[in-house]
């Protein structure tokens, strides 16, 4: 009985799909109800701030002299709270695929830039 099951565990493991996919070289499809990654239309954002004051884990942090919107994806935890507070709608949860990341990087917006990155 024993033997059945050790023997049917290691032809699953020998001849089965693998357990883990080969991300990024094969691009990761988002289940249905997978949130995505918090994105910022930054030019409907007025820098109000809202978001940065409610997010529980300090991932946003927002300058409005700068006119300069950032996010740490490392401490998002995609609660979504930001996107429910900002009154101009700029807020977003996208479900597209984001490389990986490499460093401790924070991903910034500012209004008359290209988003860029720099260090957590
Ligand atoms: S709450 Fe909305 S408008 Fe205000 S800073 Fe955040 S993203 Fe911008
Ligand atoms: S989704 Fe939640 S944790 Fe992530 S930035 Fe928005 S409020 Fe913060």
């Known amino acids: 009985m024993a033997f059945n099951v050790i023997g049917k565990t290691i032809m699953k493991s020998l001849f089965g799909k693998p357990a883990t996919a080969m991300y990024p070289i094969i691009k990761n ?18 820098f ?9 884990t300090g991932a946003i942090e927002v300058s409005k002299p700068k006119r300069k919107w950032e996010i740490d994806r490392t401490r998002c935890i995609v609660c979504n709270f930001c ?21 401790k990087a924070k991903r910034i917006y500012t209004l008359y830039g290209e988003a860029e990155k ?3």
């Not at 949130?35 to 954002?45: D, L, P, S, V």
């Not at 109000?48 to 529980?56: E, N, V």
Request: aromatic residues 6%.
């Open 29 to 46: 499809e988002f289940y249905p109800n997978t949130r995505g990654n918090i994105e910022n239309a930054i030019e409907q954002c007025n």
């Open 48 to 56: 109000c701030g809202l978001c940065s004051r409610r997010c529980p």
């Open 83 to 103: 996107v429910h507070v900002c009154a101009k709608k700029s807020l977003s949860t996208q479900r597209h695929y984001t490389a990986p990341m490499t460093d």
């Open 118 to 120: 720099k260090d957590a």
